[in-house]
C-alpha cells in the first residue's frame, strides 16, 4: 500500500509506467465536472471509475482484495476513512475469489487510516482495504467524490 497527497506524486515516478500514467491522471483531472462512471483510460489495461456516495459506518464496511487490478484510488472531494490490512496478517475470508468480479471478500481488519481530498492510495494484490468509511469521532457519514483507477496487474 501507498498513501500520499497528490502534490507528492513525483516521487513515485520510479513505480511502474501504467501506475505513474494513472496517479498523473487523478491529479491532473478536475472531476468536479466528470459525470459518475466508468471510463476506459487504456482498453480494460486501465480503467477509471467515478463516483460520488455518502460514506459508511464501520459495521458495514467491506474488506476486500483483487487479483487481476491494482486499485489506485483517489479521494477528488470530501474526507474519508478506509482500513487496510496486508495479505500477511491472516485475515478470515468471508467470500471465495469471484474471478469474473475479481475480489474477495474478508471478515473485517482493524487498521483505519484516513484520506482527506488530495489523498491517494496505491493497493496492490496483496492489499487487503476497505474503502468508503466515515471519518470523525463519532464517525459521521459524509459525501465523497472518489476515483478508482483500476490497473492491470501484468501492466504494472
Known sequence: MIVDKIENHAKYAHLPAAIVRAIEYVGSTDFTHVENGQYELDGKKMV???NRYRTKLADQAVWESHRKYIDVQFVAGGHERFGHE?????????TPYNEAKDV???EPGLAT???PAGTFMIFYPDDIHAPSLACGVP????????VVVKVAVEES
Open 113 to 115: 487510516y484516513d484520506a
Open 104 to 106: 474477495m471478500f474478508y
Open 139 to 146: 464517525p459521521t457519514p459524509s459525501d465523497v467524490v472518489k
Open 48 to 50: 477509471s471509475i467515478v
Open 86 to 94: 496486508p495479505m500477511s496478517s491472516g485475515l478470515a475470508v468471508s
